[in-house]
């Protein structure tokens, strides 16, 4: 088995770890803005999905909103390094600002700056890939906001999202899920990935399945939701017909909890565009709470991703071109 696929075998026990997380108190706050980026980021983006009722904002960059000022929300970086230079700089504007500020790291800058200010801070084991870390950082974003009062006990749902996760991985990439991704990859084979989801639960999983794509298989890839994507894109599949026909694939991420109109427009949507560009699958959401449902389609988007780059004999781990661009980035 492939390192990225031993890495992906291991997400069912993240949430499982995360379920039995001992988290540090938290300053109680109203609002949460959660900063980071990537592979990390993502697991803000995923735990405001999986808690709708509370107001979490995330910020994928070096400087936080103007209205965190005013506001004053609860700061929570997430770096998997510790050393994300965007997530850094956003942390030290918190701090001038005398901003709460919470950690969830697995090493470097950050874990450092926690220790010193004595800052509520989440451990994640070190060693793999930040993208490969998704039960360790949400689940970790999540137990800080239970220690905030922004969400309930988090428990039950991440031991939920263990067992959906596990259960589709089941014996390993040939389980349910990975025949599922497998042939959702055959489909894929050759084309450009567009994944539609809707607002709501699966925006930010189209979004991860759009990211692996790109770090894993090595190609474009891009996402879009409904309703938006009916008030402009729909219209732009009728220009390029025979170049869209053959060289895109769209796949459809549901859920049983989708607006009822959202529900018609996927329907009627695919079914106006199909001459144009091809609907190679769709994938619903499975398990009761929100995050357990979250957690299985994103882990069938991983699975989808390590068999693209398979197809080509790619090494799904390697991002060169990231690490390269860092190098430049801290030359004088």
């Not at 088995?1 to 890495?7: A, G, I, L, T, V």
């Not at 950082?137 to 137990?143: A, D, F, I, S």
């Amino acid at each position: 088995m492939s390192p990225m696929w031993e890495m992906i075998s291991g997400l069912s026990s993240q949430y499982r770890w995360a379920a039995d997380l001992i988290v540090p108190p938290t300053p109680q706050a109203d609002t949460v803005l959660i900063c980071g980026m990537g592979g990390s980021a993502i697991s803000g983006d995923m735990a405001a999905a999986a808690i709708p009722s509370a107001l979490i904002a995330v910020n994928k960059g070096y400087s936080l909103p103007g209205w965190a000022a005013g506001v004053r929300p609860l700061v929570i970086a997430v770096s998997y390094s510790g050393n994300t230079e965007e997530t850094r700089s956003a942390v030290d504007e918190a701090l001038a600002l005398d901003l709460p500020v919470a950690v969830v790291a697995g090493a470097g800058a950050l874990t450092d700056l926690a220790d010193q200010r004595h800052l509520p801070i989440v451990r994640i084991p070190t060693g793999l890939q930040p993208r490969a870390a998704l039960g360790y950082l949400t689940g970790g974003v999540l137990r800080l906001l239970e220690s905030a009062g922004l969400a309930e006990d988090q428990t039950s749902a991440l031991g939920e999202a263990a067992d959906v996760v596990g259960e589709l991985w089941g014996d390993g990439p040939a389980g349910p899920g990975g025949q599922l991704a497998m042939d959702l990859a055959d489909g894929l084979s050759g084309r450009i990935s567009l994944i539609y989801g809707s607002n709501g639960l699966t925006a930010p999983v189209a979004q991860r399945w759009k990211t692996q794509i790109n770090e894993n298989g090595k190609r474009p890839a891009f996402w879009s939701l409904l309703p938006e994507l009916d008030h402009n894109e729909i219209v732009s599949w009728s220009a390029l017909e025979t170049l869209t026909r053959r060289s895109v694939g769209i796949v459809l991420l549901r859920d049983r909890d989708e607006h009822p109109q959202v529900r018609r427009r996927f329907s009627l949507t695919t079914s106006l565009i199909s001459g144009s560009v091809p609907v190679v699958g769709e994938v619903w959401s499975q398990g009761e709470s929100r995050l357990a449902r979250i957690a299985g389609l994103a882990l069938i988007g991983d699975l989808v991703s390590v068999y693209l780059a398979e197809q080509e004999g790619i090494d799904p781990v390697p991002v060169e071109v990231i690490e390269n661009l860092k190098v430049l980035l801290n030359e004088e």
